[in-house]
């Protein structure tokens, strides 16, 4: 059996699916064939049996353990992307006659935004439309906006898309839901600041097909009961993530990341690891600040997505022509930014930004 080694492998900055790290997939490539010695494959064990009961209790247990998860919330491994939740949130928590709140940081908080609205009141307190969602808002420009008793506040700590974060969590008196599907566990995280925390695995945790979930018990508790077996939280509180067949290979794989993410010495190492990759890419902006400009305002840069064009975009598609003939993959912007995007998860190697850094500052002694 031929194992890929690094070599083979190029620099995919891809916005997710994304690269994930090599000693998860050399694992996995072993666990497809036969896992822990029990003569079957991942992919082939019932979800209900020993083997994966071991599978997910590990990965519940690791995932704790990485954000010091206490008791009072539940994990929960769901299907459906982080778009399901969308919708899933406000029918389980936004009662009639409330409002949520909703701050409009992007495209995904746009679609979060359109779909609460199907299940009830939105306020939105600051909305980036005009600004092409350069930067997130501060709490002072928030504050006087937000809903007095409101059902919940929504919004998204890294913005995928646009290449902003918040610094820290925005204050409210309400319940705070965050969609961190591109910065989970990418940082330390305030889980006790939250009722609901939610990500798609795809961008820094594992394959697509499971989200995970981490929900404060006593919150889920508040939830409208009169749903669908499948969006009610509860019954997967109860179910333990198996209310029917769980994306098993999915929850397998997020396993494995948490694995890797404690090796590597947990959140604060992991954190400014994904520093000084980002500092790597940013210096190479600001150095040539007249040839590249950075989407994000600097205060809200993503250390995960990092976005810039160059003067034109016929110097857009060199660069990534350049890029492309030197191995590196998935830097091409959203359509709604246009320009480079380099997404740079977790597991992304400091060498490909390295790599990435010296093509940026070559490119713009060339043709700056
Ligand atoms: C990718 C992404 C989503 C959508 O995730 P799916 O799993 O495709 O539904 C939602 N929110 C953010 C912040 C994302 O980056």
Redesign the pocket.
Known sequence: MGTATATERIFNFS??PATLPESVIEQAQKDLWDIDGSGIGIMEHSHRGKVFDRVIDQAEADCRKIANVSDDYAVLFLQ???????GQIPMNFLHAGKTADYPNT?E?TT??IKDAKVFGKVNVPYDGTSCNFNRVPTDAEMAGKLTDGAAYMHY?S????FGTRYQTAPKTSAPLIC????EMFSRPIDVNAHAMIY?????NLGP?GV?LVILRKDFAGTANQNVMAMMNYGKHIEGGSRLNTPPTFGIYIMGLVFQWILAEGGLTAIEKMNAAKAKLLYDAVDEHAGFYIGHSEKPCRSHMNVTFRTPTPELDSAFLKLAAANRMDGLKGHRSTGGIRASIYNAFPHSGCEALASLMRDFAAKNG
Request: hydrophobic share 30%; aromatic share 6%; glycine share 18%.
């Open positions: 916005a997710g459906g992307g982080a778009s399901t939740q969308f992007g995904w679609k979060a998204c890294n913005n995928t898309i969609d961190t599907s591109s990500a798609g695995a795809q961008k697509s989200t």
